[in-house]
Nanobody, 117 residues
Framework: VQLQASGGGLVQTGGSLRLSCAAS????????MGWYRQAPGKQRELVAL???????KCADSVKDRFTISRDNAKITVYLQMDSLKPEDTAVYYC????????????WGQGTLVTVSS
């Protein structure tokens, strides 16, 4: 299974970015899909998670600003980030749980988001 993330970049405070992460490979079924981030000197943290039924779990720090969605046909998860703040600066990683005999979890390569003040 491979995950290809895209959409990161440099944006000013208050700006928007949209991250995408597409999964490919021998996948029988996809479970939860999510985005995590890791800022310099900090631990990786959950940003948002979306289940197969569309249920969503979101960090308090990004509620009302970030929106997670998924396209099951394309095996792609999106993160729409609005009203970005400098504290959102981090490497963003997508994560996918998938069934291939057993359930596995897989991380994307990370995409850098930098928000300038």
């Amino acid at each position: 299974v491979q995950l290809q993330a895209s959409g990161g970049g440099l944006v000013q405070t208050g700006g928007s970015l949209r991250l995408s992460c597409a999964a490919s490979g021998s996948i029988f079924s996809i479970g939860d899909m999510g985005w995590y981030r890791q800022a310099p000197g900090k631990q990786r943290e959950l940003v948002a998670l979306i289940g197969i039924s569309g249920s969503i779990k979101c960090a308090d720090s990004v509620k009302d600003r970030f929106t997670i969605s998924r396209d099951n046909a394309k095996i792609t998860v999106y993160l729409q980030m609005d009203s970005l703040k400098p504290e959102d600066t981090a490497v963003y990683y997508c994560n996918v749980n998938y069934l291939q005999g057993n359930w596995y979890t897989h991380w994307g390569q990370g995409t850098l988001v930098t928000v300038s003040s």
